[in-house]
């Protein structure tokens, strides 16, 4: 039978169905999306114009600048930081001298400033001075993990310009695959992909990354998943950080428990105008194979270096969201 019918009975054709009608909502998040691509454009041409170090010192003003008009996300970002304050201040590594809430996340807006500069220049490939100058520190904890031969999931968060540590470990190990989420406007997701899919690098997204993740351990491959996201609670449990219980992904220990696969640490932070990614011993699943309790090891692995870096983590995503306060 013919896939195309003009007539039906001898009648007219029924006209095709319209696609379902737009929410007020999702229109209002598009166009926000596409100003913030305009925003961004216009933004990138003096950033490219200028050298490196002028353009990463401009875009630490303009985040300093971001700090005292955007009041909303200031005081939401300082909330986040005085209730995790007493958890933080109790961790090996913290340094008394960090300051005040308010003083670390002016330096934490300051920080996303210089990261969003250094990704305008990464995605148009001005790399000289960035990707060559990022030191790979601790890399015998990768390598003494990857001889047992099972694959190594790499524990890692948003700190730093954690764009750029990918790009630093393709260029000076191997490369890598990042577990990441699509994003909500499409468009966005395809710029995300032409920066990331680069130095032997490669996405895996989340919806249905089972699969890809275990052919990629299985050829003993390296994978890179930044835990420090709040999940659904399909996808995870609740466990401790910084205090308070959040929404956090168990998929690093239920694949290490599947595979063998290594769960190794690696975090970046900037010394100067370097920026440097260390990596730590291998985590060993809690004995009990309860991946809660495995869980809430990676966890404590990222809370320590956020004590370690207080200005270098993303303070402004709010990590325990869906729970309410205790």
Sequence with gaps: MSMESPEHNGGPAAPPSAPPP?????TVRAIKWRLGLLLVALVSLPVLVLPRRLAVGLGALGGRL???LLGRLRRKTVEHLRIAL?????????NPAAGTPEEIARRTFANMGRTAVEVIKLYFGQEQGLVDRTELRGLEHYLRAKERGKGVIFITGHFDN???VAHGFGTHAEGLAVVARRQKFEPMTRLLERLRNRHGNSIIYADGAARQIFFRLRKNGAIALLMD??????????????GRKA?????PALMAAKTGAALVPGFGHREGDR????????????????PVATTRLLNRAIEQNIARYPDQWLWVYDRWKRVPKE
Excluded: N, R, Y
């Excluded at 737009?22 to 999702?26: A, D, I, N, Q, V």
């Design 22 to 26: 737009t929410s007020f909502k999702e």
């Design 66 to 68: 971001a700090f005292l």
């Design 86 to 94: 007493p958890a933080m201040s109790s961790m090996e590594g913290w």
């Design 162 to 164: 954690w764009e750029l």
């Design 229 to 242: 996201q709040a999940v659904a609670s399909s996808e995870g449990e609740l466990v401790e950080f910084l």
């Design 247 to 251: 929404w956090t992904t168990t998929m």
């Design 275 to 290: 920026h440097v990614v260390e990596f730590f011993p291998e985590i060993a699943p809690d004995p009990s194979g309860d």
